[in-house]
């Protein structure tokens, strides 16, 4: 339902880039440092779509390495500010993320299987287009906040004398909570 909910959503920022020729599309594309309880890493994304006036509507992915590496599929949405000729904007992301890890089980792991599960995305942050001359081109700085959830379910064998023995399940949720800073460039 996600995936066909993102998808309809694309191809209605698509048909309406078509139908009007105020519309431009817009590639950002950014690198990102994220901080929180977990500790510090990094993210690569890239966001597609067209602005109309001020706002820029998208569809987003990349890579996020905080805590576990996962693949974030999100819309995005931003709103430009012009003060004093200087262009601000206020971004706002919301979808899914896909796990893209696997652990190993070897004879030290307490545990005989793992499986990870998508879970929610979303993110906020207010930024700084430094735009050139082509007025199309800008350098991309932002600063804001996110979230991540994966779902994990880890089968650990019991210790039982007469089989078959019973597999104790555990379920995690890992939610995340980052501050980031992005950097990157809008073509």
Same mark, same amino acid.
């Given at each position: 339902? $996600?995936?066909?909910?993102?998808? &309809? +959503?694309?191809?209605?920022?698509?048909?309406?880039?078509?139908?009007? #020729?105020?519309?431009?599309? #817009?590639?950002?594309?950014?690198?990102?440092?994220?901080?929180?309880?977990?500790?510090?890493?990094? @993210? *690569? @994304?890239?966001?597609?779509?067209? @602005? #109309?006036?001020?706002? *820029?509507?998208?569809?987003?992915?990349g890579f996020d390495w905080y805590l576990y590496r996962?693949?974030?599929?999100?819309?995005?949405?931003?709103?430009?500010?012009?003060?004093?000729?200087?262009?601000?904007?206020?971004?706002?992301?919301?979808?899914?993320?896909?796990? %893209?890890? &696997?652990?190993?089980?070897?004879?030290?792991?307490?545990?005989?299987?793992? $499986?990870?599960?998508? /879970?929610?995305?979303? /993110?906020?942050?207010? /930024?700084?287009?430094?735009?050139? $001359?082509?007025?199309?081109?800008?350098?991309?700085?932002?600063l804001g906040y996110s979230f991540k959830r994966l779902?994990?379910?880890?089968?650990?064998?019991?210790? +039982?004398?007469?089989?078959? +023995?019973?597999?104790?399940?555990? #379920?995690?949720?890992?939610?995340?909570?980052?501050?980031?800073?992005?950097?990157? %460039?809008? *073509?």
């Amino acid at each position: 339902m $996600k995936r066909f909910a993102l998808l &309809s +959503c694309f191809l209605f920022v698509v048909g309406f880039s078509n139908a009007q #020729h105020k519309f431009l599309f #817009h590639s950002q594309n950014v690198i990102g440092l994220l901080e929180g309880e977990d500790g510090s890493a990094f @993210q *690569f @994304q890239t966001i597609n779509g067209v @602005q #109309h006036g001020t706002w *820029f509507a998208g569809i987003g992915t990349g890579f996020d390495w905080y805590l576990y590496r996962s693949v974030p599929l999100f819309v995005s949405l931003n709103k430009d500010f012009k003060l004093s000729n200087r262009t601000f904007y206020l971004s706002l992301d919301g979808g899914s993320n896909f796990p %893209w890890i &696997s652990r190993d089980v070897d004879a030290f792991s307490n545990f005989t299987s793992s $499986k990870f599960s998508s /879970g929610g995305y979303w /993110g906020t942050g207010i /930024g700084y287009k430094a735009g050139f $001359k082509n007025k199309k081109d800008a350098i991309i700085l932002n600063l804001g906040y996110s979230f991540k959830r994966l779902k994990e379910i880890q089968r650990k064998p019991t210790a +039982c004398i007469n089989p078959p +023995c019973l597999e104790l399940v555990e #379920h995690y949720d890992y939610k995340s909570n980052r501050v980031l800073l992005r950097f990157g %460039w809008q *073509f």
